[in-house]
């Protein structure tokens, strides 16, 4: 069955340190790719994806992520962290020519941001 | 705005008590998605309709049933609480299952007492 790992449950890192979150996938084909946020208190919000093309994506607040097929992985970055980065993360993958298969979620890091 | 809508935003059930979770999008989404939230356990699936009417189980359906009203909106039904059930509810939707990103709804916060 697919599944979603993303092995930190909980990272902190100082303002203005770069960040990079961990995300793996176990599927057969080429899957789709998705980093959601989600703010204390609110609901999750699409960072960025990734469907074809060019492995490096860019996204929203600053984020990117990189898709590399040879490690089955998807992992989210961003340079230098502002304190308003502190939230949940949730990795989450599609699959081509699914059907109607609904996305499978990651369990979530939560970014703590120390000054 | 465009987007999903959950009603209510709070809720205080007592065991037994039966309540309906109603969500609404506005984006002529074909799919739509309700999870639910507990602490280290991340978003699991409860039911998904991937189209206007059909309906599906996910990962833990028990305790609960859906109605996918119109293409709009897609209902949450707790027939008779339990505890068990005391978590945050998200609906979602997206423009078709399978490979397309999710938009969602801000939760509804339920507890059972």
């Known amino acids: 069955a697919q599944s979603v790992t993303q092995p930190d449950i909980h990272i902190t890192v100082s303002e203005g340190a770069s960040l990079e979150l961990r995300c793996n996938y176990s599927?057969?084909?080429?899957?789709?790719l998705f980093w959601y946020v989600q703010s204390p208190g609110q609901g999750l919000q699409l960072l960025l994806k990734y469907f074809s093309g060019d492995t490096l994506v860019q996204g929203i607040k600053g984020f990117e992520a990189e898709f590399k097929r040879s490690q089955s992985s998807f992992n989210l970055r961003k340079p230098s962290v502002h304190w308003s980065d502190a939230a949940e993360y949730f990795c989450?993958?599609?699959?081509?020519?699914?059907?109607?298969?609904?996305?499978?979620f990651g369990k979530g890091t939560r970014l703590s941001v120390i000054a | 705005n465009a987007g999903v809508t959950q009603t209510p935003k709070f809720q205080v059930l007592k065991t037994g008590q039966s309540m309906t979770l109603q969500c609404a999008q506005d984006?002529?989404?074909?799919?739509m998605y309700w999870y639910r939230q507990d602490p280290g356990m991340g978003l699991r699936l409860i039911y998904y309709?991937?189209?206007?009417?059909?309906?599906d189980k996910g990962e833990v359906p028990n305790g609960y049933n859906v109605s996918r009203l119109n293409k709009r909106e897609f209902s949450l039904r707790l027939e008779s609480a339990a505890p068990s059930q005391t978590s945050v509810y998200f609906c979602?939707?997206?423009?078709?299952?399978?490979?397309?990103?999710?938009?969602f709804g801000s939760g509804t916060r339920l507890t059972v007492v």
């Open positions: 979602a939707s997206s423009e078709m299952a399978g490979g397309y990103g999710y938009t």
């Open positions: 309709s991937a189209s206007e009417g059909t309906t």
């Open positions: 989450a993958v599609g699959f081509w020519n699914s059907g109607n298969t609904p996305l499978v």
């Open positions: 599927y057969g084909a080429t899957p789709y």
């Open positions: 984006m002529n989404h074909n799919s």
